[in-house]
């Protein structure tokens, strides 16, 4: 089953959108495909309660000839975080918890949970305050990635098998987790790391059911994202794209911490995860809240329209406008941004004017940032070099889906925005 394409029911112009510059969206989408930076993309645009733009071009598979369309497959990796971070904030309104509970209270593995000093492993200390439940949701937690490949506590993390061995179901690697120490005291530093598992881990503890249910029944069932799941349906299968990287390009990980975009590349790409049997087809037996999700151009859609009005979509209502109101405003300590709290780039991301808020990066000063965007903007991407953001203040979202990983290898985000922004002539 998918959801069928919209239409849109307005001319750009009539949001304030010009079509003649739409053009150049367009041209820059090809131009990825015909210099082989991606193999398939696609693109839409949103603004003030219309869909007024989908594009796609290119190959969802090389291999095979399948064209890349606006109803493709796609492994979204972290665009799961956001997602987790809304049910877990649906919960919230429920009275299941509060945001400054300790985790701990819980999940009781982690009462005990020592953190790094800089040495050795078993250099620690304890936790001077116990880590909270909000700041699992804003990356201040101080757990990490094994990916990072920095220190001795990622190392941890790869040995004991945490970033890989995924045959555990949630519940347990969580209290595996909580063995391993962690990277800094909670509270005092932002470190992109495995925080929404564990997010996820707590919605199924307060909701009774695995994420994968808590997921379908609550958000993808009433919002109509049909595709959008832990695997693909097995009828579906022929719409997955294949995972993509530069044929010359190392892939550090699920992203690169501290990379900058490669500008010298030989042109082509080299295939990382084939379709046709991708770990994809099958339900995992570990529900990644931080990352484990396949979705689609225009499901996306759909979960970034109910946050642009507010926490509602075509009468069915997720989240208070006011618990979205409070999730897009910065929460980093002293409204600092993320290279103040200890991370001044994150895949091809200046985070100099950036601040985190529940669930996604939130744009505090544009100017900072040397990006043209408006205060209050949020964002999230994926290691496939997906992106999504919202604009409250223009009424506007956009939704980037491709397949190439890792995230930094070029500009991407950086140069879409620049795209959409340019069409705004009202």
Known sequence: MMNETPVSDVKPEAVGISSERLERVSAWLNQQIASERLAGASVAVG???????????????????????????????????????????????????????????????????????????????????????????????????????????????????LDQNKAMNLAEWVDALAEVPLIAQPGTQWNYSVSTDVLGRLVEIWSGQDLNTFFKQEIFEPLGMVDTGFAVASDQAHRLASLYRPSNGAVMGAKSPAASPLKDRDPGLQLLDEAHSSAYLKMPTFFSGGGGLVSTLFDYCRFCEMLLQGGSLNGVRLLSPKTVEFMRKNQLPDGADMAAMGQPVWSETNYEGIGFGVGWAVVIDPVKANIVASTGEHHWGGAASTFFWLDPEESLYVVFMTQLLPSSTYPLRRELRTQIYQALVD
């Not at 945001?99 to 009781?108: E, F, G, Q, T, W």
């Not at 804003?138 to 993390?157: C, I, K, P, R, W």
């Open 47 to 161: 603004r003030k309660g219309h869909l007024v733009y989908h594009q796609a071009a290119g190959l969802a598979d090389q291999e095979g000839g399948q064209a890349f369309a606006e109803d493709t497959i796609l492994r979204i990796f972290s665009m799961t975080k956001p997602i987790t971070t809304v049910a877990a904030m649906m919960l919230y309104e429920r009275g299941c918890f509060q945001l400054d509970h300790p985790v701990a209270r819980y999940i009781p593995a982690f009462e005990q949970t020592q953190v790094w000093c800089g040495g050795a492993i078993d250099d620690v200390e304890p936790q001077a305050t116990r880590m909270t439940v909000r700041q699992l949701m804003t990356h201040t937690s101080g757990l990490t990635y094994g990916f990072m490949h920095q220190n001795v506590v990622d190392e941890a993390y790869r040995g004991r098998g």
